[in-house]
């Protein structure tokens, strides 16, 4: 019985292990049988066509593109011709619609991209324009049309400060100012501060600006919204009004009748050393004028709007101005190599009255510079000169709340900067 019983386990067991297993999906040697239906890992919806979303364009599939760089003197003629497009294309294309015209008044250095399909058919026209605006041509049905496509710009503010070590020039360069900001600030603060002489160790500045982005990326400064300068322990204050106007905290404006110095600092030889001798006489000595040493050629400029009195020659003062402002007031340029302006001839602040020469009684050349109050000489970078127009009223009780504003952002990013030194900020 036993026997029996072993010998039928014994079978069973055999057979089971025989048997192929009933769990035997997905074994390679899987047979599937006709008229049956298994499903397929497959996710339709994944693969569905999207239509496209408002403002979404369909991509130009495929396209070879060849870029070409305008040089100088070449015609949109040219370029097609360097490109392989026959006049025949160019007619077309410019001729397509307003916008396509635009591209004959190619500048050197102008970008355009040509995109041809595999038949060498100008498909697409792309021309960068600036920092947020492209224009665009594309070939649909037979036929060209112009779109300009606009990135909007972003605004940021961003701060700059120093204390100036060297020059002013240096210290605004270190603090990451453009050559434009720095020949700015030197033009916001040119009527109470003489840039080319007057600028010491110690003195210093800080500068609220606007900062520009596209798509995350910077594409340049905007204007400069607050600047303070400390030159020989005054303190100078400028914001920009709405208008665009630059004014001190008090509403008074930053221009006023005579600039500080009639020539542009940078190209002024630096008098750092205050103990330096006269640039042109090698000693010290009174004198009547200021004395600025810089390249012939300098442009000189008008210190304020006036008449010349008169533009002459003679063996002392070699070519030189004089200009009448007021009945008070008179400036003189002397010792030029050219004078741009005639007598009695009507000028404005900043206009080029001459260029700096080495003429007359001189040992170098040097811009000799007089300023008359009633006949009297006057040491034109101290003199006190008549009071800048102020705003008057609502105008300017509107403009102290918007420089008080201003001014508090630029206190803060100063004391950010002082908290956290050395920060950049906004600057990639
Ligand atoms: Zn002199």
Redesign the pocket.
Known sequence: MHQILITLLSAIVVLLILLPGSESSGHPDRKFEIGKAYPLDIDFEANQLRPLAKDEKLIVPQLKWKEHTVKSGESLAVVFDKVGLSPGALYRLVNADEGTKSLTNLRPGDILKFGFDENSELIQLIQPKNATETLVITRTGGTYHSNQETKSVDTQLNFAQAIITSSFWNAADKAGLTANQIMEIAGIFGWDIDFALDIRQGDSFSVLFEERFVEGEPIGRGNILAATFTNLGETFTAVRSKSGQYFDQEGRAMRKAFLRSPINFRYVSSNFNPRRL?P?TGRVKA?????YVAPVGTPIWAAGDGVVMKSGYNKFNGNYVFIRHSSTYVTKY??MTKRKVKTGQRVKQGQTVGTLGGTGR?TGP?L??EFLVNGVHKNPRTVKLPQAQSLKGAAKAQFKKHASERLSQLSQFSHFIADNSPLVYNRS
């Open positions: 006269h042109v004198h009547r004028g200021t004395d002397l010792h001189v040097h000799h510079y």
